[in-house]
């Protein structure tokens, strides 16, 4: 079946409601072990004297995110895809990123870098810019709107990152593809170009309905949100992987190359 907006929601449709028992299961596992995480983070900045109040991620919160969300999070996505595959995979597959670990905690280092440098970037201009114009009531209007377009240039530049590198960490961990770093990063780039368009409608759609399920009483998030999201992001990537292995998105896109790594 070919990849298109359509087919993924329906499939992952499908998917959620024949596997619901499961994905619900590991769903509320996952979200447990992840408030688990919440409290050694704020363990560990209050023991830094972080303000219990700041917004803004610190260098533990990113630490604990690369070294252990990372390749923990990926064990859910995982359980996603087996039960499309039709397996019954055990709770204790939430930890098979643990058997990837380095792969997928350099896979986090390398998007980190990734989607930072581009942040960064904006910063300096804006920077560079406000130090050239002055600190002038005459120069605010100007400084306004170019701030106002750099950030939306910035969160297009972002938009298209979290589209093209949204399969990385599966392409690691997949046991049929197992890919290092780079490759992982490399070819879910290249996966991604010739159905970018669609896949991100179906990523807006997700980001939608993961609101709304939160401001439903955030219940529903839990429920049916996580799992269903999960069902339609395993069920978009095995369609577009069967147009890579059938060559209908062109011959020598996707190798491959596995990684004992």
């Given at each position: 079946?070919?990849?298109?907006?359509d087919a993924a929601f329906t499939k992952g449709g499908s998917l959620f409601k024949s596997r619901y028992g499961g994905l619900?299961?590991?769903?509320?596992?996952?979200?447990?072990?992840?408030?688990?995480?919440?409290?050694?983070?704020?363990?560990?900045?209050?023991?830094?004297?972080?303000?219990?109040?700041?917004?803004?991620?610190?260098?533990?919160?990113?630490?604990?995110?690369?070294?252990?969300?990372?390749?923990?999070?990926?064990?859910?996505?995982?359980?996603?895809?087996?039960?499309?595959?039709?397996?019954?995979?055990?709770?204790?597959?939430?930890?098979?990123?643990?058997?990837?670990?380095?792969?997928?905690?350099?896979?986090?280092?390398?998007?980190?870098?990734?989607?930072?440098?581009?942040?960064?970037?904006?910063?300096?201009f804006l920077g560079l810019g406000f130090l050239l114009t002055g600190d002038t009531s005459a120069a605010m209007p100007a400084?306004?709107?170019?701030?106002?377009?750099v950030g939306l240039v910035l969160i297009c530049i972002l938009i298209v990152l979290s589209t093209k590198l949204i399969f990385?960490?599966?392409?690691?961990?997949?046991?049929?593809?197992?890919?290092?770093?780079?490759?992982?990063?490399?070819?879910?780039?290249?996966?991604?170009?010739?159905?970018?368009?669609?896949?991100?409608?179906?990523?807006?759609?997700?980001?939608?309905?993961?609101?709304?399920?939160?401001?439903?009483?955030?219940?529903?998030?839990?429920?049916?949100?996580?799992?269903?999201?999960?069902?339609?992001?395993?069920?978009?990537?095995?369609?577009?992987?069967?147009?890579?292995?059938?060559?209908?998105?062109?011959?020598?896109?996707?190798?491959?190359?596995?990684?004992?790594?």
């Amino acid at each position: 079946m070919q990849f298109t907006f359509d087919a993924a929601f329906t499939k992952g449709g499908s998917l959620f409601k024949s596997r619901y028992g499961g994905l619900l299961a590991a769903t509320l596992v996952f979200i447990l072990i992840l408030v688990g995480v919440g409290l050694v983070k704020a363990f560990f900045n209050t023991a830094l004297g972080v303000a219990p109040n700041q917004t803004s991620l610190t260098a533990t919160d990113h630490l604990i995110d690369i070294f252990f969300t990372n390749p923990f999070g990926a064990g859910i996505v995982l359980i996603a895809l087996l039960h499309l595959r039709g397996e019954s995979p055990a709770m204790g597959t939430l930890f098979a990123g643990f058997r990837r670990y380095w792969p997928l905690v350099g896979i986090g280092v390398l998007l980190t870098l990734i989607f930072a440098a581009p942040i960064v970037v904006a910063a300096l201009f804006l920077g560079l810019g406000f130090l050239l114009t002055g600190d002038t009531s005459a120069a605010m209007p100007a400084i306004t709107v170019t701030a106002i377009l750099v950030g939306l240039v910035l969160i297009c530049i972002l938009i298209v990152l979290s589209t093209k590198l949204i399969f990385s960490s599966l392409l690691c961990i997949d046991p049929r593809t197992r890919l290092g770093v780079c490759d992982s990063i490399a070819t879910s780039w290249r996966m991604t170009g010739p159905v970018f368009w669609p896949l991100l409608g179906l990523i807006i759609v997700m980001g939608l309905i993961l609101i709304g399920t939160i401001i439903v009483l955030v219940l529903p998030l839990f429920f049916v949100g996580i799992p269903l999201c999960l069902a339609i992001t395993v069920s978009a990537y095995e369609l577009i992987m069967s147009e890579q292995d059938t060559g209908e998105m062109g011959s020598g896109q996707f190798t491959g190359k596995t990684t004992a790594s």
